[in-house]
Every structure is written in C-alpha cells, then in structure tokens.
C-alpha cells in the first residue's frame, strides 16, 4: 500500500490532495472488483448489493476522502478476494490456478502489512472454498481444494513470515506490530474505539511500566482477554455494527 502510495505520489506531486484523489479511486475499484468477483460466483443481483454495500459504507466513503494508507490497503485487500474469486470460478487454468491463489495470498499479506485490517479474511476463505463446493459441485474438488489453500497459504508465509520472524528477533513479539493488540483491546474496550480511549490505553500501559514493545504488546493482549471475559458481547456487537 505504501508502494502504491508512493508510486502515485512521485507521478502526480499534489501533496495530500494527489493521495486523496488516489484513495478515491481506490475506493471506486473496489467497488467494480467486488461486483465482478461477487457475479464469478453468485447472481448477479447479489453482486450489485455487494457492490452497493461497499459504496454505502460510511467507513470506506471517509477513508477514501483522506491521504491515510488506509484505502490503498483495503484496495489490495479486494485485489486479492477477487482473485480468489477468479481461482474459484474455474476460469483459471492448470498453472493458472496456482498463481492464482498464490499471487492472492500475497496481496492479502501485503495489505495488511501497512494496515492489519483484513488479515482475518483469510480464516474465511475455506468456508467460501466449501459454500462454492456446495453450491457448485463442478467448481472445486477437495483435492484441488486443498492445494488452493497450499498455495495461498504460501503467498501469506512469503510475504508474513520474514516480518514476523524480524519482529521476534528484533522486539520479542511474534505479530505485526504491538498496535495489533492495541487495537484488539480497543475494539473490545465498552468505554469506546475513539482517540481518547487510544490514549488512556496508552497512559496505562505506561504507567504500569510497558515501555518496550514486548511488554506493551503483552499488556494490551492481557486488556484484550479481560475485555472478552467481561462483555465478549460488545465486541462482536461492535464489529457487527460497523460498515
């Protein structure tokens, strides 16, 4: 996302208005990617209420107004759901396929190596792969299933596992950032999601004495499982209720 970022910058040196007309556009794409993976796999008509899902988003038409990272990571994010929609579909052939799924965990990796928005998305796609089966009996036998999820999976570790590996040698922590947690504890925190609840996790982490980014990661983990323990019901409600 930041190389799409910066690619687009150098080009058209606008400052923070040249990023923000790129998220937009980023944003108008993942609409068109949406409908046509959507149409690969299902009526067309639910193709257009996915579509129409995602321009409804308040979420996305807020990101996609600022220069934030946020819209181009999202973008390669549905970069690599339509190519898996494109794998499932049967149009991809042979070698094709592989790549396919290969180049589609890549993209989801590196989607959530600027942002970890998405990174979940992967714990679905064998439930699509067996929703598609069902529905589908012709387009993916489970063999093929099976190697589809290798080769994504692959794509994933490509990407993933040098960062992860650096993040243990250089930080002790076997995640992305000590922010994943962060924003696991925030998600899940009944007092809100908002820049003041950001910043009193903050201050007592500090206060507790997490300054390194093991011990605040180990801290923030510790809040999110009390949060789940005390009300695990906000937080699935509160992941349900946003666009």
């Known amino acids: 996302a930041y190389a799409l970022n910066g690619s687009w910058g150098a080009l058209f040196s606008l400052g923070a208005l040249s990023l923000t007309i790129f998220n937009a556009l980023c944003s108008a794409l993942s609409a068109a990617l949406i409908y046509d993976a959507l149409r690969r796999l299902a009526p067309t008509p639910l193709a ?48 094709r396929v592989r790549w396919t799924w290969l180049l589609g965990g890549l993209l989801l990796a590196l989607s959530n190596l600027s942002r970890p928005l998405t990174l979940l998305a992967a714990l679905g796609i064998p439930l699509v792969v067996f929703a598609v089966r069902r529905v589908r009996e012709d387009s993916l036998p489970w063999r093929p299933a099976a190697r589809a999820g290798a080769w994504c999976a692959l794509g994933l570790s490509i990407a993933l596992l040098p960062w992860l590996i650096r993040q243990q040698l250089v930080h002790g922590i076997f995640a992305l ?29 500090r206060a507790a004495g997490h300054r390194t980014y093991a011990e605040r990661s180990a801290f923030f983990e510790a809040t999110f499982r009390a949060n789940l323990s005390a009300d695990a019901g906000f937080y699935l409600r509160a992941g349900l209720s946003r666009d």
């Open 177 to 205: 950032s000590d922010e994943t947690a962060q924003q696991l504890a925030l998600a899940s925190d009944p007092r809100g999601s908002g820049s003041d609840t950001a910043l009193r996790l903050s201050e007592e982490a």
């Open 48 to 95: 257009l209420l996915g579509a129409g899902l995602h321009v409804a988003s308040r979420m996305d038409a807020a990101l996609g107004s600022t220069p934030l990272s946020e819209s181009s990571a999202y973008f390669l994010s549905k970069v690599a759901l339509w190519l898996f929609a494109l794998a499932l579909s049967g149009e991809a052939r042979g070698a």
